[in-house]
């Protein structure tokens, strides 16, 4: 009877439903661990592109030329499959130690820059054209580590920097190396979150410098990449600023004047009674303090039948001293 209702409502009898084409079977691998427990990284995206304009000031003295810096889409993937995925050739390796503040080191960023990149930069820097060998040396000398290891150093003040607003992250170069096999506490299974950023002057070929962020590195801050990224802050709103402006021209303060400070011996200080006098001299202008600060001085007199003091200078800057905003 089921087969009877299937075949109504499909129109189609059993065998043609059995000759019909089907999808072959999809393997599934099982237990398989996730690369990115980290949702859809728009917080990373966000610091690389913030990072881009850092990146940018670390090169354009270095290659001396205005240039273009922009943040590639992030990959997460095994650093196996990032190896295989570059080009042969000579590659500079350099770990930058990921310190936050007040705690030790949770892991290392992996810095990557291609050989050749590394020459051009090595010949810039010594008053070359940025000339390089057409075939490029199978290691790097000591001057080429010494120029990598300075590139560390000069992007680790932009990566502190574009990191600040989630963690206070340091980071530290490390050694050099021509083979990531070789960088401790570093396996080739480890998943990394690939940012890479583009440099290019004008219209010419860009080369890339690769961020490698490992993604137990990036597990201490886990509830801060999975948060939502603050962008730049909003105009206040015209009606509040007016009405707090309002609100700080109401604020009181105490004004006072020190007419005469005295000097007596302790001896003197010490022989005091009830009906001693002790003489002072008012000069001509005395100063005027509001809180602990001088606002000007001024000359004693009345008004309206009141002691009063009539001032004669100002002293205090209230359109600097009060943050310029309340005129």
């Not at 590639?72 to 310190?99: F, I, N, S």
């Not at 206070?168 to 506490?185: C, Q, R, W, Y």
């Not at 707090?244 to 109401?250: P, S, W």
Request: charged share 20%; hydrophobic share 45%; with cysteine.
């Amino acid at each position: 009877m089921v087969n009877e209702d299937l075949q109504r409502a499909s129109g189609q009898t059993a065998d043609e439903r059995r000759e019909r084409p089907r999808r072959p079977a999809e393997h599934v691998a099982l237990g398989v661990a996730n690369l990115n427990p980290f949702g859809d990284l728009h917080t990373v995206q966000h610091l690389s592109a913030r990072l881009a304009r850092g990146v940018r000031g670390v090169f354009e003295p270095l290659l001396r030329k205005e240039l273009r810096c922009w943040a590639e889409p992030l990959v997460v993937q095994r650093l196996a499959d990032y190896r295989a995925e570059r080009p042969a050739g000579l590659t500079a390796w350099l770990p930058l130690a990921m310190t936050a503040a007040g705690s030790l080191p949770t892991g290392q960023t992996l810095a990557v820059f291609d050989g050749r990149f590394v020459m051009e930069l090595l010949d810039l820097f010594f008053g070359g054209t940025g000339h390089t060998p057409h075939d490029l040396p199978s290691e790097f000398t000591p001057a080429a580590e010494a120029m990598v290891a300075q590139l560390g150093t000069m992007l680790a003040e932009p990566m502190r920097a574009a990191w600040e607003p989630l963690a206070k992250i340091s980071f530290v170069p490390g050694h050099v190396e021509g083979n990531p096999s070789l960088i401790a506490d570093l396996d080739i299974e480890d998943a990394v979150v690939v940012t890479r950023f583009g440099i290019a002057a004008g219209t010419a070929k860009p080369v890339f410098v690769d961020l490698l962020y490992p993604v137990a590195a990036l597990k201490p801050h886990g509830p801060s990449l999975t948060g939502k990224v603050q962008g730049k802050t909003a105009e206040p709103d015209p009606a509040w600023r007016n009405g707090l402006t309002r609100a700080v021209m109401d604020v009181r303060f105490g004004v006072r004047s020190v007419l005469a400070e005295p000097m007596v011996s302790l001896s003197m200080l010490m022989a005091l009674k009830a009906g001693d006098v002790i003489p002072i001299s008012v000069g001509g202008d005395v100063p005027v303090m509001v809180g602990g600060d001088r606002l000007g001085a001024g000359t004693v007199g009345t008004s309206n039948g009141r002691a009063a003091i009539k001032l004669t200078s100002i002293s205090y800057q209230t359109t600097t001293d009060l943050g310029g905003n309340f005129q």
